[in-house]
Every structure is written in C-alpha cells, then in structure tokens.
C-alpha cells in the first residue's frame, strides 16, 4: 500500500508552506498508510498480503478491500480534517489547505499504482489505473516513485539553500 514517492508531495509543499514543520508533511504524505496500520491493528480493516515481481508485478492473496483507509471518499474525508486541524494550530488558510493536498496525494499515487481502491465503502466499486498489476508497471511505478522522491528532495534542497542565501544577505 506504499511507496517511498509518498514522501516527495511533502517534501516539495513544505518550502510553500515553511511554518509548518516537515515531519507533519512527510506524516502527512503516509496519512493513510497510518491509518492501514491503525486500522487494522484494530481489526476494522484486513491485512494486504501480496508478493511482488517484476516480472508478475503485485500479487494479491486474498481480495482486499481497505475503504477506512484508502477508500476515495474517505480520503477526502481525511484530507479535509488534517486541513482544519492545520488551520486550528497555523492560522493560515494556505498552508492548511496545502497540507490537506499533501495528504490527499496519497491516494492519487496510490490511484497510479492499485486498482483495488474503493470509492466509498464496502461493497462500491474499486477503482485504480492498477499499474502494480503487470510487472512492467510495477517496475514502471517503482521507477517513477524513486524519480519523484529525487524531484521532491532536489526542491526541499534548493529552497533550503535559497532561503541561507537570503537570511546571509539580510545579515
Ligand atoms: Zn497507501
């Protein structure tokens, strides 16, 4: 239900948004593999088992419908709170509304790569390009997740250094 590419949104929002600290946008990019975690420790969801070739791409074990968690509508959902529990601490309407993107753009990746994401809840339909499901498309997404990853870090880093060079020639 992951790839590392989670991280690059966060990454890339936090130099747009720099009073919130980074750790909230990479928590904030894995929102709802946390809650996978959370819920089905819980048992409200079931466990992913899979295998995963490049060859034969991801292999379910058993069919998985996971809608608390990676659900689209619940997703929305999610993304929306995450936004006002960011304007309740910020008090700043843009950055909480960039962070509530930052979360929503876990499913959009997960989009990408799963076709077993539900649009409601149990029962709806599941939807998803399902890239993970060839093993082209797989070795495809997990190339575009390290290239994302890359992309989101080279931003975090120039906007780093740009914003010493400035803070140098203030001084
Ligand atoms: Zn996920």
Redesign the pocket.
């Known amino acids: 239900?992951?790839g590392i590419g989670?991280f690059a949104p966060g990454l890339a929002a936090k130099t747009a948004a720099p009073q919130i600290p980074l750790w909230v946008f990479l928590a904030a990019g894995?929102t709802?593999?946390l809650l996978?975690f959370l819920f089905t420790s819980i048992r409200l969801e079931q466990k992913v088992e899979t295998t995963m070739s490049f060859t034969e791409g991801v292999k379910y074990l058993s069919p998985v419908s996971n809608p608390w968690?990676?659900g689209f509508f619940m997703s929305v959902v999610w993304s929306v709170i995450a936004a006002a529990l960011a304007f309740l601490f910020y008090r700043d309407r843009r950055s909480s509304l960039i962070l509530g993107a930052v979360v929503f753009s876990?499913?959009i990746?997960?989009f990408l790569m799963?076709s077993n994401l539900p649009l409601f809840f149990e029962g709806s339909p599941h939807i998803g390009l399902g890239l993970e499901n060839s093993g082209a498309g797989f070795l495809f997404i997990t190339v575009f997740d390290l290239v994302i990853l890359a992309g989101g870090i080279f931003i975090f880093l120039r906007a780093k250094r740009q914003t010493k060079f400035t803070a140098k020639e203030i001084q």
């Open positions: 239900m992951s989670h894995e709802n593999d996978y968690s990676h876990h499913w990746l997960d799963h």
